[in-house]
């Protein structure tokens, strides 16, 4: 059974600081690591990592996938309020299947 | 953009109900997704769709049927509505077969009552 497993659970910074939030996965057939931001409704697409693109990066935001140790990290440098929300992430392996952690709670305080 | 619309914010029902949820992709997309969010187990899939009439299981499909009668639309049926049903559902699209990222409405949180 294909499994996420995201950490911390939650985590409450002050603007400004960075944060790195963690993805471990055990995936069959593994195909690419997708990020998601969570607020109030609908997950948005953040970055796709896969065997041929292993680092992304958007603005204060950035991604690596460590394919050795099947995880990936995720890094937000100078966060700002606008930051608080839950990150997921999720696993592609078989056909168009995703799996997902549970997601990190991020919390951005002034 | 791709647009995803979910039909309903918010649904309260009650045990025993027949309920639809509806969900239509405005990117003339292949695949169709249904989840279900609940706090501690994350997205969890119900069933997926890769082409019209076609359906396949996902993890947890039990108390679920669905229907795609038009490529744009997909629909999620709880038979018999109960109580461990009420939950975060979450309808998402992707391009064609093994493609990502998949594309999010903004979700249906139903209550039964």
């Known amino acids: 059974e294909d499994k996420v497993v995201q950490s911390p659970l939650s985590l409450v910074v002050h603007e400004g600081d960075t944060v790195t939030l963690n993805c471990s996965y055990e995936?069959?057939?593994?195909?690419?690591l997708l990020w998601y931001k969570q607020e109030k409704k609908a997950p948005t697409f953040l970055f796709m990592l896969?065997?041929?693109?292993i680092e992304k990066k958007s603005g204060r935001l950035s991604s690596i996938l460590d394919k050795k140790e099947l995880s990936s990290i995720l890094n937000i440098t100078a966060t700002q309020t606008g930051d608080s929300a839950i990150y997921l992430c999720?696993?592609?392996?078989?056909?168009?299947?995703?799996?997902f952690g549970t997601g990190t709670r991020l919390q951005v305080t002034l | 953009d791709v647009k995803v619309t979910q039909s309903s914010r918010y649904l309260v029902k009650r045990t025993g109900e027949k309920v639809f949820l509806e969900c239509v992709q405005d990117?003339?997309?292949?695949?169709m997704f249904w989840y279900r969010q609940d706090p501690g187990l994350g997205l969890r899939l119900i069933y997926f769709?890769?082409?019209?009439?076609?359906?396949e299981k996902g993890d947890i499909p039990e108390g679920y049927s669905v229907s795609r009668e038009k490529k744009e639309r997909f629909s999620l049926i709880l038979e018999s509505a109960s109580t461990n049903q009420t939950s975060m559902y979450l309808c998402?699209?992707?391009?064609?077969?093994?493609?990502?990222?998949?594309?999010f409405g903004d979700g249906t949180r139903l209550s039964i009552l």
């Open positions: 998402a699209s992707s391009l064609d077969f093994g493609s990502w990222p998949q594309h």
């Open positions: 995936v069959t057939n593994f195909r690419s």
């Open positions: 896969t065997s041929s693109g």
């Open positions: 999720a696993v592609g392996g078989t056909a168009s299947k995703l799996t």
């Open positions: 990117m003339d997309h292949e695949n």
């Open positions: 769709s890769y082409d019209v009439k076609m359906k």
